[in-house]
């Protein structure tokens, strides 16, 4: 029993299992499986929550989206547009699910129609722990 469950967990055995087959396939790696299964769901989590935007904004963003590098470790500060993007949207979409009026804009990224106010989000995900002090100063601008 492992944290007051019951060992072995079927349902994450299941998982395990279908993992472990997709690992054995020749050509694949656990870090594509990996990124494959996160990127996938987020892309279905922002598909599903997605704020109505203008045609042009949502394929701009989308444009942004799948023109990044396919794995993170690949990321560079030039190339993190991609991912950064997807933050936006998942954000913007996760505030629209649970019932909050969210438009996704340009700048800011997203404002939220409150009952008594805007609530406007820069949102950044720093590349590395230098550009946070940067990253702050240009969002409070």
Same mark, same amino acid.
């Given at each position: #029993?492992?944290?007051?469950? &019951?060992?072995? %967990?079927?349902?994450? @055995?299941?998982?395990?299992?279908? $993992?472990?087959?997709?690992? &054995? @396939?020749?050509? *694949? !790696? +656990?870090?594509?499986?990996?990124? +494959?299964? *996160?990127?996938?769901?987020?892309?279905?989590? =922002?598909?599903?929550? $997605?704020? %109505? #935007?203008?045609?042009?904004?949502?394929? &701009? /963003?989308?444009?942004? =989206?799948? &023109?990044?590098? *396919?794995?993170?470790? @690949?990321?560079?500060?030039? +190339?993190?547009?991609?991912?950064?993007? *997807?933050?936006? $949207?998942?954000?913007?979409?996760?505030?629209?699910? /649970? !019932?909050?009026?969210?438009? %996704?804009?340009?700048?800011?990224?997203?404002?939220?129609? #409150?009952?008594?106010?805007?609530?406007? =989000? @820069?949102?950044?995900?720093?590349?590395?722990?230098? +550009?946070?002090? #940067?990253?702050?100063?240009?969002?409070? /601008?």
């Amino acid at each position: #029993m492992a944290h007051g469950f &019951d060992d072995p %967990i079927p349902r994450i @055995q299941f998982h395990l299992a279908i $993992l472990g087959k997709l690992r &054995d @396939q020749p050509g *694949v !790696g +656990s870090d594509e499986i990996l990124w +494959s299964l *996160v990127e996938a769901t987020e892309l279905a989590d =922002i598909y599903c929550s $997605l704020p %109505i #935007m203008l045609p042009k904004t949502l394929r &701009d /963003k989308f444009r942004a =989206i799948l &023109d990044g590098p *396919v794995n993170p470790q @690949q990321e560079t500060s030039g +190339s993190n547009l991609a991912r950064n993007t *997807v933050f936006e $949207l998942a954000l913007a979409g996760w505030l629209s699910h /649970k !019932g909050i009026p969210t438009r %996704i804009c340009h700048n800011p990224d997203i404002s939220c129609e #409150m009952p008594d106010r805007t609530l406007f =989000i @820069q949102c950044k995900r720093p590349f590395s722990r230098r +550009s946070i002090e #940067m990253n702050i100063k240009r969002a409070c /601008k």
